[in-house]
């Protein structure tokens, strides 16, 4: 990925209703190479999600350039190269739907039906996902199951980007020292690119090959 002075603002209106240019992301640069780990810190409101969000090209940038340097036709696809684990997994899993067939849809979209079975598992062992989970609904899981069940849909079209928000909030330190070793382990097998906001520098130092800080809407160090 390679990005070079990228802006994005919105407009909004003021207390006495006129409109004016709210800037999100302010000159943002940086580049971060294939199957490395970045992460992204910084208080709340400084930028990393509407980031987050715009690397994953669910907002369009204002300007500047975005480049992804992707292999293989993603056009003829029905996913995108670049995913996004969202904060509240709670969320994003279909309550009411068991987690066998949520995962073989996601296969099948990427794959077909070849190597079902084997896929699905390689997949639900890497997130330690244990089978007798496979069939409880999204709504039957805890939090932590909730969020290896949601990366695990992710990792069932294999991105060439992972992009995670606030993976390590409201975690204590055992659950957190599970998961790093879990994404370590994720980007090693599957040779994914990552990256991984947090305002825990910490966590961060231990997971990523480089950090960028974020404060009002700028990188301030890298």
Not at 42 to 59: D, H, N, P
Not at 66 to 76: A, F, K, M, R, T
Not at 79 to 104: M, Y
Not at 142 to 160: C, D, F, N, W, Y
């Amino acid at each position: 990925i390679e990005v070079n002075n990228l802006f994005y603002s919105v407009q909004v209106k003021n207390s006495v209703g006129s409109p004016f240019e709210k800037v999100i992301l302010d000159d943002i640069s940086f580049t971060l190479q294939k199957e490395n780990v970045l992460g992204i810190a910084g208080e709340s409101g400084s930028g990393k999600t509407t980031l987050a969000k715009v690397l994953a090209q669910i907002l369009q940038p204002t300007s500047g350039m975005l480049s992804l340097n992707i292999s293989g036709d993603w056009e003829s696809r029905k996913t995108k190269p670049v995913q996004i684990l969202f904060q509240n997994t709670g969320e994003i899993l279909n309550p009411i739907r068991n987690i066998n067939d949520i995962i073989d849809e996601a296969i099948k979209i990427r794959f077909g039906k070849q190597e079902l079975e084997s896929k699905k598992r390689k997949i639900l062992d890497s997130v330690n996902l244990i089978e007798k989970l496979w069939q409880r609904k999204g709504f039957e899981l805890s939090g932590g199951e909730q969020q290896r069940a949601a990366l695990a849909r992710i990792l069932s079209v294999q991105p060439e980007v992972l992009i995670l928000d606030e993976p390590f909030s409201a975690q204590d330190p055992i659950s957190q020292l599970n998961l790093l070793e879990l994404l370590r382990s994720i980007n090693k097998e599957y040779k994914i690119t990552m990256i991984c906001v947090s305002h825990n520098l910490k966590v961060l130092r231990s997971l990523c090959n480089d950090v960028i800080v974020m404060y009002k809407c700028k990188i301030v160090e890298k």
